[in-house]
């Protein structure tokens, strides 16, 4: 928990947009090692600037905990563009009793006031928007992780097409743990990381991988140190801050490769319309399309 008067940041607000302040505390989930607005003090941060996520639920609920978490009189900015939550920026802000201002600037809508002395709805947004049990699926979710309230069509697809695994093994961009949980219940499986850039989507996972087998980090895969695998498994993202990026899929693949030793194997789904073939090839030793229907594939590709 961070000390009162904390200067808090979240996400990446863009620098040409607003006056992004120096040496901020960061409280993103979606950039490892930052702090949990949830585990912040009232009243302990003296002021906010905010790129606020596109998700309705997952906004409001993340605006809500940092209205708590500022001191009374307390400045905040939040932005957001207006195709992906800007347009209603303001009154969420009002709706949880904020006087505000509202500036258009590079796409975006930027939002200014004050934390007043009295909030409103704040505990409804935050209700809404925290971890819970989806019935359906019988796990723990949260709004704004990856396919929060729904079996995802690729990982449905992966789990049930998910042959025996042996050995020491991972689930890169694991989610909420649904194929990890998966592939535990399938051949002789030692021990498997679960490994997400989600904080939210790691927590949901300890809850719904209860396995002495599992493993859990919270990290950016491009960046973490991860070796002598017999097995990785994956849905390959390619949306990096909700924008498409097939690169992202491609820096997948290679640390899969990478993590590997020799003779381990990667099972992985993609959406069909995505090339990762010219990845796969010479990454691997050998690389083959097991499937594909439904709009998704899956590879199978060998060190």
Not at 135 to 154: A, E, T
Not at 192 to 203: F, P, V
Request: aromatic letters at 6%; proline letters at 7%; hydrophobic letters at 40%.
């Amino acid at each position: 928990m961070s000390d009162a008067g904390t200067i808090a940041i979240y996400g990446a607000p863009p620098s040409d947009a607003v006056d992004v302040p120096k040496d901020a505390t960061q409280f993103s989930p979606l950039m490892p090692g930052a702090s949990a607005l949830e585990q912040q003090a009232e009243g302990s941060l003296s002021e906010l600037v905010m790129l606020a996520p596109p998700g309705t639920l997952e906004r409001r609920y993340v605006i809500a905990q940092a209205l708590r978490a500022l001191e009374t009189g307390a400045p905040f900015t939040i932005l957001a563009p207006k195709d992906r939550g800007g347009t209603r920026l303001r009154k969420e802000l009002q709706a949880f009793g904020c006087t505000v201002q509202e500036t258009p600037r590079r796409h975006h809508r930027i939002v200014t006031g004050t934390r007043p002395e009295s909030l409103t709805n704040i505990d409804d947004a935050i209700a809404d928007g925290g971890p819970r049990l989806i019935d359906d699926l019988g796990v723990w979710s949260q709004p704004g992780v990856f396919s929060w309230d729904r079996l995802d069509p690729g990982t449905a697809m992966l789990i049930e097409h998910l042959p025996p695994l042996r050995g020491r093994g991972a689930d890169f961009g694991c989610g909420i743990g649904l194929l990890a949980h998966a592939a535990l219940s399938t051949g002789d499986v030692t021990d498997i990381l679960l490994t997400d850039i989600d904080r939210r989507a790691i927590a949901c996972a300890e809850h719904n991988v209860v396995d002495p087998r599992a493993r859990f980090l919270w990290a950016d895969l491009r960046s973490a140190e991860i070796s002598d695998l017999d097995f990785v498994i994956m849905n390959a993202p390619f949306h990096d801050a909700g924008a498409e990026d097939k690169s992202l899929a491609q820096q997948f693949i290679k640390r899969a490769a990478l993590a590997l030793g020799k003779g381990g194997v990667c099972y992985m789904v993609a959406n069909r319309h995505l090339p990762y073939e010219a990845i796969l090839t010479p990454a691997f030793k050998r690389a083959a399309l097991m499937i594909e229907t439904g709009g998704y594939k899956i590879y199978e590709a060998h060190t």
